[in-house]
C-alpha cells in the first residue's frame, strides 16, 4: 500500500479527531487513528468505545486502504513536517514507513480489523437537520451544569429533545439546573428525546460552530451520529429516564430582583476570595435597594461587597454557592439578569431578557 | 526518642480454647467454633489440633469438615468470650494504662514506663502471661519489642504459650529475614503486588527508595518504607475512636432477586442509620459490599457531597450504588452497608447544599 498525502490536509483532520484517542493505552488500539480510503477521499477514525470521531479529506484516487496507525505519534509528526509538505506513505510488514523530504519515520501499525467500531447502520434512522449555530448555543449555554461522575449516571449527561419546532437541552448535577430553548425554522415530524453523555457532547460541542450551515443529526438505536461538513461524531447514548425538570423550576416566587449582570459577577467575585475553599457559601442580603454579599472562612476571615439592585420586595438573606451563581452569570447572555426568589429554603431561578428560551435554577445552600 | 517496652499479647486459639477448658471432653480434639458444616457459615476459630488438619479462622465449615470429617463443630457462645475478655483486660490494666485491644484476644499494651519486674518488659509479658493462666486457665503468646510491629510479630513467633523478644539492636536485622507476608498491614493483595515487583522479604523491601514505594502502594508506601527498617513509631492507643459503621448479613441462600436484594440494603441501611444516629455522628461517605456466591467480593462508595445525617440521606443512594455491582444478574451471598468519614453531629455545622431532587 502506497499513497501520499498533504501534510495540512492530514494535520486538519487529525487535530479534529484528537478528543477520544487514549493516553497512556490499556488496549493499544484505542490510541491509533484508523485510515481508511474510498471513492477519492480518506477518512480518518478515532473512538474510545463511547463515541467516535470522524473526519475525512480529498485525496484523488487512491487504492483502498484500511490500517490503524499511533495517532499521537503521527500527529507530532505531521506538527514537525515543513508547511505544505507532501508525505508519502508505504505499508507493509506491520509497519508505515513515511518519507517527506529527507525525513524517514517506520511507525507501528495495527490491523484495521481489530479497530473496535460503534455498530451504527442497523435499526430505523431518524435525521433532522439543525443549523450549526442553534445546535451550537444550546449546547453551550447548559454544559457546565451537568453532573460528573455522579452515581445517577443519567445525570452525566445532557438531555436532548426536540418536538416539532422546540429545541431544548436540559443539564443538572441535582444541586442546580439549565434549560435552554430554540425555536426551529422547520419543524421536525418526530419527536426525540435522548441523553447525550459528556464525552459525546463535549465532541459534538467542538464540532459545531458559529454558521448557520446545517449539522445532520441522526438516531440509530441507542447512538446518535452528528454530522457537519467533512466532520463527524457518532456516540451512545444513556439509556435511562432523565428527571422530571419541569417539576424543579419554581414557580412560586415572589420576590423579583434585577441586577447588572457585571456588578454582580465582581462582586460574587471580590467575596468568593475568601470563602470556604470547599463549600464556596456566600451569603445574599438583599433588601431596600442594595444586594450585600458577605461570607468568612474557617480562618476566620470576611468578606463583605454592597451592590445596587432593582428590588422592592421584603429583606430576603440566602446562602448560595459562590460557583453556581458564577457558573450562570459567565454564560447567560444580556446586561441585566433576574433573580427570582421565595425563601431561603427554595431555589432561585435566574433569567435574562437577552436570552428569553432559558432558565437557571440553583438551590440555596444552608450556611 | 526514648525507645519504648511494647508488650504484643495474643491469646491461643483463644474461642476454641475456651471450650476446651469448659467442656473436658473436647480437650486435646479437633476442635472448630463457628458455623455448622452444613451451614454457609464460617470458622470463626479452631484449636490447634484442628489447624494440623489445615483448617484455619475464615475457612467455610464445610470445607473444614472436608479436611477433617471427625472434628467437633460447636456454636461460639461470645458471652463466656467477653468475659475471658474481662478478665484479661484487667490483668492488664493492673500493669499499665496504655492497653490497646485489636479484639476479645489481643491486645497492645506499653509498659515505658512500669516499674515493675525492675521494669523489664520481658518479666512482664512472663508475669501477665502467668497471671492470665491462672485466673482463666487460658494460655496466651506475648512479643516483646521496642514498636508495635515488631511486637506483633514477636508474639507470632513462639505460639502457642510462647515468649520473644526483639532487642533493639535485633530489629532491623529481624526484618530483613522476614517474608512480607508476615508484616502486620500486608495482607494477601499487598503481598502479591509486592512479589509482582521482585519484594518477598524485608530485605527486598528495605532496597526500595520511598518515593519509588509511593508509586505503587500511595497513602501506605510510608508506613512500609519504615518498616523495612524495623521503625513504627505508632503509639498503643487506648481509647479508639470509631472509623466507621456497618451492617452486613449473610443470606441463608444466594438471592439474584434484585427487589428482595434493595429490601435487603434498605433493612441494613436502616440498621446503620439508627446506629449513626444514636452515637450523634454524622458521615461522609457510604459504601456498599456485595459478595457474590462464588466469594468474590467487591464495593462500591458514594460521598454525596452534602453530609449523611439520617435514613433518608442513606435511602437515596444505596439502590444506586447496587446499580453499580451485578446483583441482580448474579447470585449474591452476602450484601452490607457500611459509612465512614464520621463526624460528631453536635460540631460546629458546615455549610449544607440543597438538593433539587
Known amino acids: ?367 | 526518642m526514648v525507645k519504648r517496652k511494647i508488650i504484643h499479647i495474643d491469646m491461643d486459639a483463644f474461642f476454641a480454647s475456651v471450650e476446651q477448658r469448659d467442656h473436658p471432653q473436647y480437650q486435646g480434639k479437633p476442635l472448630i467454633v463457628g458455623g455448622r458444616p452444613d451451614s454457609r457459615g464460617v470458622v470463626a476459630a479452631c484449636s490447634y489440633e484442628a489447624r494440623t488438619f489445615g483448617i484455619h479462622s475464615a475457612m467455610p465449615s464445610s470445607q473444614a469438615y472436608r479436611l477433617c470429617r471427625h472434628a467437633i463443630f460447636v456454636k461460639p457462645r461470645f458471652d463466656a468470650y467477653v468475659e475471658a475478655s474481662n478478665l484479661i483486660r484487667e490483668v492488664f490494666l493492673s500493669y499499665t494504662p496504655y492497653v490497646e485491644p485489636l479484639s476479645l484476644d489481643e491486645a497492645y499494651l506499653d509498659v515505658s514506663t512500669c516499674t515493675q519486674c525492675q521494669g523489664s518488659a520481658t518479666l512482664i509479658a512472663q508475669e501477665i502471661k502467668q497471671t492470665i493462666f491462672e485466673t482463666t486457665r487460658l494460655t496466651a503468646s506475648a512479643g516483646v519489642s521496642y514498636n508495635k510491629f515488631l511486637a506483633k510479630i514477636a508474639s507470632d513467633m513462639d505460639k502457642p504459650n510462647g515468649l520473644f523478644v526483639i532487642k533493639p539492636h535485633e530489629g532491623p536485622e529481624f526484618v530483613l529475614k522476614l517474608p512480607i507476608r508476615k508484616f502486620h498491614g500486608i495482607g494477601s493483595a499487598t503481598e502479591k503486588k509486592m512479589n509482582a515487583l521482585g519484594i518477598y522479604t524485608g530485605q527486598d523491601l528495605r532496597k526500595w527508595p520511598l518515593d519509588d514505594l509511593q508509586k505503587h502502594f500511595g497513602k501506605s508506601a510510608h508506613y512500609f518504607f519504615q518498616i523495612a527498617q524495623g521503625i513504627d513509631d505508632r503509639a498503643v492507643i487506648n481509647h479508639r475512636e470509631r472509623k466507621s459503621i456497618g451492617a452486613e448479613t449473610t443470606f441463608s441462600h444466594d438471592i439474584d432477586n434484585l427487589d428482595e436484594l434493595v429490601q435487603q440494603l434498605q433493612r441494613l441501611g436502616k440498621e446503620v442509620a439508627q446506629t449513626l444516629q444514636k452515637r450523634f455522628l454524622t458521615a461522609q461517605t457510604m459504601t456498599v459490599k456485595v459478595k457474590y456466591a462464588n466469594f468474590e467480593q467487591i464495593t462500591r462508595s458514594y460521598s454525596p457531597g452534602s453530609l449523611i445525617e439520617n435514613n433518608r440521606d442513606l435511602q437515596k443512594w444505596l439502590p444506586h450504588l447496587l446499580q453499580k455491582t451485578e446483583a441482580g444478574t448474579r447470585p449474591v451471598r452476602l450484601l452490607g452497608v457500611s459509612i465512614s468519614g464520621l463526624e460528631s453531629a453536635r460540631e460546629t455545622r458546615r455549610p449544607q447544599q440543597l438538593n433539587l431532587f
Open chain 1, 1 to 367: 500500500m502506497k499513497f501520499i498525502l498533504n501534510k495540512e490536509n492530514l494535520l486538519d483532520a487529525l487535530n479534529s479527531i484528537q478528543g477520544v484517542v487514549e493516553k497512556r493505552g490499556i488496549n493499544p488500539i484505542l490510541s491509533n487513528v484508523l485510515f481508511s480510503a474510498d471513492d477519492g477521499s480518506l477518512s480518518l477514525t478515532t473512538t474510545d468505545t463511547e463515541v467516535e470521531l470522524h473526519a475525512s479529506f480529498e485525496t484523488g484516487s487512491l487504492e483502498p486502504v484500511e490500517i490503524t496507525l499511533p495517532c499521537r505519534k503521527l500527529t507530532d509528526i505531521c506538527k514537525a513536517l515543513p508547511k505544505q509538505a507532501d508525505i508519502a506513505f508505504s505499508i507493509a510488514d506491520g509497519k508505515a514507513t513515511l518519507t517527506s523530504g529527507r525525513s524517514l519515520f517506520s511507525l507501528a501499525t495495527l490491523p484495521a480489523a481489530d479497530f473496535p467500531r460503534i455498530p451504527f447502520s442497523e435499526g430505523r434512522e431518524e435525521t433532522l437537520n439543525i443549523p450549526s449555530v442553534t445546535f451550537k448555543k444550546v449546547i453551550d449555554k447548559t454544559f457546565f451544569s451537568m453532573a460528573l461522575q455522579d452515581v445517577r449516571y443519567y445525570l452525566n449527561g445532557l438531555y436532548f429533545s426536540l418536538t416539532q419546532d422546540k429545541l431544548l437541552t436540559v443539564t443538572t448535577d441535582g444541586h442546580r439546573l439549565s434549560l435552554c430553548t430554540e425555536t426551529l425554522d422547520e419543524p421536525c415530524e418526530t419527536p426525540v428525546n435522548v441523553i447525550i453523555p459528556r464525552k459525546g457532547a463535549q465532541e459534538i460541542l467542538r464540532l459545531l460552530d458559529d454558521s448557520s450551515e446545517n449539522t445532520v443529526l441522526r438516531l440509530i438505536k441507542n447512538h446518535l451520529c452528528v454530522e457537519k461538513g467533512r466532520h463527524k461524531v457518532i456516540t451512545k447514548l444513556i439509556d435511562a429516564q432523565y428527571p422530571d425538570y419541569e417539576k424543579v423550576i419554581p414557580a412560586g416566587g415572589n420576590k423579583h430582583l434585577s441586577v447588572e449582570k457585571e456588578t454582580l459577577k465582581q462582586s460574587l467575585h471580590k467575596a468568593s476570595i475568601l470563602s470556604n475553599e470547599k463549600y464556596k457559601g456566600v451569603r445574599l442580603s438583599i433588601g431596600g435597594g442594595t444586594l450585600e454579599v458577605t461570607t468568612h472562612n474557617p480562618e476566620h476571615e470576611e468578606a463583605k461587597d454592597e451592590i445596587d439592585v432593582n428590588y422592592q420586595g421584603e429583606s430576603i438573606s440566602i446562602g448560595f454557592n459562590v460557583v453556581y451563581l458564577l457558573d450562570i452569570l459567565n454564560v447567560i447572555d444580556g446586561d441585566e439578569i433576574t433573580m427570582t426568589l421565595k425563601d431561603e429554603n427554595s431555589s432561585c431561578l435566574i433569567t435574562s431578557q437577552s436570552q428569553a428560551g432559558s432558565q437557571y435554577v440553583v438551590m440555596p445552600m444552608r450556611l
